[in-house]
């Protein structure tokens, strides 16, 4: 088993009485996996795919789940919760952002010695199967997953870019000139000889706007494993409507917590969130270069605003932990213990309110921001 290239193989999905035939199911994750894999437990992180097989079997041509093609189960790891990735997308969805949809599942496995719980997982939308397509209403444009060194937009990095944008679909067509045409905007002089010309061109092949929204929203929660700590966690759609690419996030079993990541073990504790992104070089130029920019940073300030007032209002957040929590409860238990589980829901509420009140505490001493 290589954690890169996990292979597919046919399995048989039941669910309420209906089974889908000879669907690929393969392990799926970077830390998520390895770390499970080491342990010794069942409880890995999968992918499905109901028509992997079809030019094997015919008869599964474009099969569906519920309209699915595919879909990603998240094993909780490093989320005594289990709530990180849901509330997240749902946090995301509030503000009008691109995000998948997600739910809770028991997941019953028999591999031949009969069934054997592997326990509670959260089924995720996959984004080049239905997310782009749902927000955008169209998926025809370039989807391209960032992981690799040049995800993180560093100058350096420009002859990486094949590798690090990997293509979900037109593979045929080997074009990656729009992620080319970012680069050459991104770090194009005219940043500090001419910002206003700068920000016009940025904007013609770049959503800055919702990226804006995103990094506000991520920056709030504290999301550890996201770009400008990894150079991975989100895609890339270039809309053919707008011309520009649009930013989607992914994978948020990290995010809301302070100190040590989820509130389990091997978080990433170390790396930065500040709100002010002070501490962020150029080697991530998608927040150093756009909040260096005045304009841009007044746009970041405000929607830090609007995210502890709106989708990341403590007291909502309180209530949709709750609600959550009390879903899956039996099941989070079985896997973690109630005590550790009603601990860590208790953490993500704590957490919420910690964080809007160091946002209102950053705003004020941000107030009276000069923008040409």
Known sequence: MT?????????????EGNAWTNVGVRYKGNSSLTSGWRSGTLKLPLKLDFDEFEDEYPEIDDQRFYGFKQLSLANGFNDLSFL???ATSAILQEAG?????????????DYGEGPVSLGLYTVIEVVDDTVVERYFGSDDGNIYEGDGPAASFAASTY?????SFEKENNEDEADWSDIESLFEVLHDDQRTSDPASWRASL????????YLEWLAINTAIENWDSYGS???NYYLYHDSDSGQLGWISWDHNEAMSTGMAGGGTGGLGGRSVSLDK?????????IRYLLDDP???AQYLDYLAETIAGPFDPDHMAQAYQAMAELIEPYAAADVGAEAFDAAVQQLVDHAYQRADAVQEFLATSAGVEVP
């Open 278 to 286: 002070a501490d962020i070089g150029n080697d991530w130029p998608l």
């Open 159 to 163: 002859d990486q870019i094949e590798q």
């Open 84 to 86: 990180r990735d849901a």
């Open 230 to 232: 990894m150079s991975h």
């Open 203 to 210: 904007e013609s092949v770049f959503g800055v706007d919702s």
């Open 295 to 297: 304009v841009y940073y």
């Open 97 to 109: 952002l691109p995000a998948a949809e997600t739910a809770f599942y028991e997941v019953i496995l």
């Open 3 to 15: 954690p890169e290239n996990p292979t597919w193989v046919p399995a048989t999905i039941e669910f």
